[in-house]
């Protein structure tokens, strides 16, 4: 993972490959990442779903049940899985900070 991605007041991420600065995120960001890590151009149901996980990790400040944000965006308790190489993926995409040993278990 680059340390950066090029972009007005770079988006710097710690070895782990999250962003340090949640505030930084864009759609335009998240369309970076997504490409530099492979996954492509994100599609409108991928959007949303991060746009819910953003939600949920800013009401809550942790990892919350990832199928409940399926259920939050009207997508089976699957979609995560479905959208993504991985949770793990859609958490960096969606530039939430690194949640931690303990909670990156729980989404690879």
Do not use: K
């Amino acid at each position: 993972m680059n340390a950066s991605l090029t972009m007005p007041g770079p988006a710097v991420f710690d070895p782990d490959g999250f962003l340090l600065d949640p505030a930084m995120w864009s759609e335009s960001l998240a369309d970076r990442i997504a490409q530099n890590d492979g996954i492509g151009e994100l599609s409108e149901l991928q959007m949303g779903l991060l746009h819910a996980l953003r939600r949920e990790y800013l009401r809550h400040g942790s990892v919350t049940a990832l199928s409940h944000v399926c259920h939050l965006t009207g997508q089976s308790a699957d979609c995560m899985q479905r959208l993504f190489p991985g949770p793990r993926e859609a958490w960096r995409v969606a530039g939430l900070p690194n949640p931690g040993e303990e909670a990156r278990a729980y989404l690879y």
